[in-house]
């Protein structure tokens, strides 16, 4: 075992050496060249008022052709994973155009890392680069976690109090490249580590394998190590907020070898759908769409490691599932649906606000089509920044039993 660790961690080494450089500059978005860009000119953000309330004169307005970097950093407080307590959270996004702004996409990265002044932190980078002309696309997603969370077993039988707090250390690396094969669609490879170590329930009564019914990766440590074949379809003009119409399609299968370092062989497939449709398409600034998003996660075999099961919350954004409890249901297959209509309040873009729906199901309690649990909620939305079409986003959201806040940067979607 230790060997295996071992290899796994050269690896992440060697892999983390490599993509430094790239992540000062990276995360997601598409801009189909059909589609032409927002007048962004005649919206307002909060940076236009703090320069309003400072006297500060706005610097010559840039052309398009320039890489200009856009910044958004937001300060938070909020509840620990596992409920122990709240946390500092930090929120900071960037942007840049690696290329022509009519041929490539928006490049970004999101860092928001937190720490409850004590034991429990965490360290999450997601990038994603788009090279000139969008000829390559480069995504990345490393976490340095310690991570208390609740689980509830497999399937969703148990009630919302018959749960147990799973303290464990996590890294996480994953790096893909994707070349355009053909336009808005990419196709390539990339490699996957999860590392869980020091697995454990905080209550000493409870023994996890017992409780969760699974004997995999519920003790101790846990590796899965493995290659990825990635296929993805884009058109939306910007991940970060989609507003012209779009779509996304993004399809991962993942095979974990015992011989890369996992603890047993295992499989995956991430199949991840999204569409917008502008319900005002003579306007060009206000915010007036319907969005969709469906994925299906399921673990091929009966090997895979517990944590690594699909997971509502997990998805690799982790934005699913909002008004329920990040890892309340799990299970070998996962089915997630959710709608989202999202409205300007205010003309200059500075107010909206959006309703959502959404519904997931999992596998080991009942079928797939029977066994499914609603949420819904609303949110505020408050412009950050207009040139990256960054929002700050606030949201509540309901299930049986459950309710929460989430505050961020950026669309769930």
Same mark, same amino acid.
């Given at each position: 075992?230790?060997?295996?660790?071992?290899?796994?961690? *050269?690896?992440?080494?060697?892999?983390?050496?490599?993509?430094?450089?790239?992540?000062?500059?990276?995360?997601?978005?598409?801009?189909?060249?059909?589609?032409?860009?927002?007048?962004?000119?005649?919206?307002?953000?909060?940076?236009?008022? @703090?320069?309003?309330?400072?006297?500060? *004169?706005?610097?010559?307005?840039?052309? %398009?052709?320039?890489?200009?970097?856009?910044?958004?950093?937001?300060?938070?407080?909020?509840?620990?994973?596992?409920?122990?307590?709240?946390?500092?959270?930090?929120?900071?996004?960037?942007?840049?155009?690696?290329?022509?702004?009519?041929?490539?996409?928006?490049?970004?990265?999101?860092?928001?890392?937190?720490?409850?002044?004590? &034991?429990?932190? @965490?360290?999450?980078?997601?990038?994603?680069?788009?090279?000139?002309?969008?000829?390559?696309?480069?995504?990345?997603?490393?976490?340095?976690?310690?991570?208390?969370?609740?689980?509830?077993?497999?399937?969703?039988?148990?009630?919302?109090?018959?749960?147990?707090?799973?303290?464990?250390?996590?890294?996480?690396?994953?790096?893909?490249?994707?070349?355009?094969?053909?336009?808005?669609?990419?196709?390539?490879?990339?490699?996957?580590?999860?590392?869980?170590?020091?697995?454990?329930?905080?209550? %000493?009564?409870?023994?996890?394998?017992?409780?969760?019914?699974?004997?995999?990766?519920?003790? @101790?440590?846990?590796?899965?190590?493995?290659?990825?074949?990635?296929?993805?379809?884009?058109?939306?003009?910007?991940? /970060?907020?989609?507003?012209?119409?779009?779509?996304?399609?993004?399809?991962?299968?993942?095979?974990?070898?015992?011989?890369?370092?996992?603890?047993?062989?295992?499989?995956?497939?991430?199949?991840?759908?999204?569409?917008?449709? *502008?319900?005002?398409?003579?306007?060009?600034?206000?915010?007036?769409?319907?969005?969709?998003?469906?994925?299906?996660?399921?673990?091929?075999?009966?090997?895979?490691?517990?944590?690594?099961?699909?997971?509502?919350?997990?998805?690799?954004?982790?934005?699913?599932?909002?008004?329920?409890?990040?890892?309340?249901?799990? @299970?070998?297959?996962?089915?997630?649906?959710?709608?989202?209509?999202?409205?300007?309040?205010?003309?200059?873009?500075?107010?909206?606000?959006?309703?959502?729906?959404?519904?997931?199901?999992? &596998?080991?309690?009942?079928?797939?089509?029977?066994?499914?649990?609603?949420?819904?909620?609303?949110?505020?939305?408050?412009?950050?920044?207009?040139?990256?079409?960054?929002? /700050?986003?606030?949201?509540?959201?309901?299930?049986?039993?459950?309710?929460?806040?989430?505050?961020?940067?950026? %669309?769930?979607?």
């Amino acid at each position: 075992m230790k060997n295996k660790i071992s290899y796994a961690a *050269r690896i992440l080494v060697l892999l983390v050496t490599v993509s430094l450089g790239a992540q000062a500059q990276t995360a997601s978005t598409i801009i189909p060249k059909t589609v032409s860009r927002r007048d962004t000119a005649r919206q307002t953000d909060l940076i236009d008022i @703090g320069k309003s309330l400072f006297h500060i *004169r706005p610097k010559v307005i840039r052309t %398009e052709g320039d890489k200009k970097i856009y910044f958004s950093f937001l300060p938070i407080s909020s509840a620990v994973p596992g409920g122990n307590g709240r946390a500092l959270v930090t929120s900071t996004s960037a942007g840049i155009y690696l290329g022509p702004r009519k041929t490539t996409n928006l490049s970004s990265a999101s860092f928001a890392p937190y720490w409850n002044f004590g &034991s429990r932190f @965490g360290l999450p980078l997601r990038t994603s680069i788009w090279l000139p002309e969008n000829t390559w696309t480069i995504q990345g997603d490393v976490r340095f976690l310690r991570y208390p969370q609740d689980t509830w077993g497999l399937g969703s039988t148990r009630g919302e109090d018959d749960k147990s707090l799973v303290n464990y250390n996590y890294v996480r690396f994953y790096q893909s490249a994707l070349k355009k094969i053909e336009p808005y669609l990419f196709a390539g490879f990339g490699y996957n580590l999860d590392y869980h170590s020091g697995i454990h329930s905080d209550e %000493e009564n409870i023994d996890l394998p017992t409780f969760t019914k699974y004997a995999y990766g519920t003790n @101790g440590s846990s590796v899965s190590s493995g290659i990825t074949f990635n296929l993805l379809y884009d058109t939306r003009n910007n991940s /970060i907020n989609p507003i012209m119409p779009g779509a996304y399609a993004n399809i991962v299968y993942r095979v974990n070898p015992k011989f890369l370092g996992s603890n047993d062989n295992s499989s995956s497939v991430y199949a991840d759908f999204r569409k917008y449709v *502008r319900l005002n398409p003579e306007k060009r600034i206000q915010q007036n769409t319907l969005a969709f998003w469906t994925y299906v996660w399921s673990a091929v075999g009966n090997k895979t490691p517990y944590l690594d099961l699909p997971s509502l919350g997990w998805d690799p954004y982790n934005r699913s599932g909002r008004g329920f409890e990040q890892n309340r249901y799990r @299970g070998r297959t996962l089915v997630y649906l959710e709608a989202e209509y999202r409205r300007d309040i205010t003309a200059n873009g500075l107010l909206g606000f959006v309703v959502f729906t959404n519904v997931n199901t999992v &596998s080991g309690s009942g079928s797939l089509l029977t066994s499914y649990h609603p949420a819904a909620g609303t949110g505020l939305r408050v412009k950050f920044n207009k040139g990256s079409g960054t929002n /700050i986003a606030v949201d509540y959201g309901i299930s049986k039993g459950f309710s929460s806040i989430t505050l961020g940067l950026g %669309e769930a979607f």
